[in-house]
T-cell receptor, first 115, second 117 residues
Framework: AQSVTQLGSHVSVSEGALVLLRCNYS??????LFWYVQYPNQGLQLLLK??????LVKGINGFEAEFKKSETSFHLTKPSAHMSDAAEYFC?????????????FGKGTKLSVKP | NAGVTQTPKFQVLKTGQSMTLQCAQD?????MSWYRQDPGMGLRLIHY???????DQGEVPNGYNVSRSTTEDFPLRLLSAAPSQTSVYFC????????????????FGPGTRLTVL
């Protein structure tokens, strides 16, 4: 069965610093991978996704993620953090087979950005 | 398009009360789902539907009931609310599975914050 592990429930960076949020997955088949962002008291918004093709995926707000099959990872990065990036970030993989492609989420990483 | 809408935004219930959380989408998506979000637990799937008249259980279905009479609507019913059901509930929808057999992007509603006393 597919699963997702996000390393670090809280990450704090200074404004202008590199953002790195880690996600590892397990899947018996080539996965579809997603990063969602949740701003305080709001719903989830798609940040970026990997389906097939180019392994470096660019998303909204300057974020990008690289699919590394050998490392079973899909880490999210942004070169320079902004105060508005403070939010909770969820990595997810789609289940495959009889479960109709349900999303399986990691437990989330809350990003704080210090001025 | 309004996307995925949920009502109410906030609700307080007493233990044992019942209520229905409403979810609607205007994107003609076949697939709809309900998740609950609890601190440190991520999002967990409660129930999902792959089309009108078809529903199935997710990871945490106990205490919840769903039906899907139309493509647009997917209400979630709490039969007898318990404090353990205090949570934030999200509805989501997406298109049918791709030709590859995999699922593409799900779109989420704004959530309903439920407190059970």
């Amino acid at each position: 069965a597919q699963s997702v592990t996000q390393l670090g429930s809280h990450v704090s960076v200074s404004e202008g610093a590199l953002v790195l949020l880690r996600c590892n997955y397990s899947s018996s088949v080539p996965p579809y991978l997603f990063w969602y962002v949740q701003y305080p008291n709001q719903g989830l918004q798609l940040l970026l996704k990997y389906t097939t093709g180019a392994t470096l995926v660019k998303g909204i707000n300057g974020f990008e993620a690289e699919f590394k099959k050998s490392e079973t990872s899909f880490h999210l990065t942004k070169p320079s953090a902004h105060m508005s990036d403070a939010a909770e970030y969820f990595c997810a993989v789609t289940d495959y087979g009889g479960s109709q492609g349900n999303l399986i989420f990691g437990k989330g990483t809350k990003l704080s950005v210090k001025p | 398009n309004a996307g995925v809408t949920q009502t109410p935004k906030f609700q307080v219930l007493k233990t044992g009360q019942s209520m229905t959380l409403q979810c609607a989408q205007d994107m003609n998506h076949e697939y709809m789902s309900w998740y609950r979000q609890d601190p440190g637990m991520g999002l967990r799937l409660i129930h999902y539907s792959v089309g009108a008249g078809i529903t199935d259980q997710g990871e945490v279905p106990n205490g919840y009931n769903v039906s899907r009479s139309t493509t647009e609507d997917f209400p979630l019913r709490l039969l007898s609310a318990a404090p353990s059901q205090t949570s934030v509930y999200f509805c989501a929808s997406r298109d049918a599975l791709l030709a590859s057999g995999r699922a593409d992007t799900q779109y989420f509603g704004p959530g309903t914050r439920l407190t059970v006393l």
